[in-house]
């Protein structure tokens, strides 16, 4: 079975860090492209970023600029999204999800499995 944890997810004031963490278990990590999604309350959910089988092609969302990361560690099945630089309008449930192959996808709609996710609030 396959599953997708993803933590790290908590209330912070504008300007601050987090980092989310996303273990996949059952088929692990390797070879699987992933990706951290977000939806905000009201709005569709926008992909965020999204990281190949080796970690070697990533995408951020443009709009994101430098302040968030995705990064991974095949050995522990684990793929991350730094968040720096925090703003309000980053408030949402963030998602982990995965694809199989070791090509490169950005599109949310092609990721077969998807964690429960995590909450992110940006307030002060």
């Known amino acids: 079975q396959v599953r997708l944890l993803e933590s790290g997810g908590g209330s912070v004031q504008p300007g601050g860090s987090l980092r989310l963490s996303c273990v996949a278990s059952?088929?692990?990590?390797?070879?699987?492209?992933m990706g951290w999604f977000r939806q905000a309350p009201g709005k569709e959910r926008v992909t965020v970023a999204t990281?190949?089988?080796?970690?070697?092609?990533?995408f951020v969302q443009y709009a994101l600029g430098d302040r968030f990361s995705i990064s991974r560690a095949n050995s522990e099945n684990t793929v991350y999204l730094q968040m720096n630089k925090l703003k309000p309008e980053d408030t949402a449930t963030y998602y982990c999800?995965?694809?199989?192959?070791?090509?490169?996808?950005?599109?949310?709609?092609?990721?077969?499995?998807w964690g429960q996710g995590t909450q992110v609030t940006v307030s002060s």
């Open positions: 059952g088929r692990g990590a390797r070879n699987m492209i």
């Open positions: 990281i190949n089988w080796n970690g070697a092609t990533t």
């Open positions: 999800a995965d694809l199989e192959g070791t090509g490169f996808k950005t599109d949310s709609t092609r990721f077969d499995y």
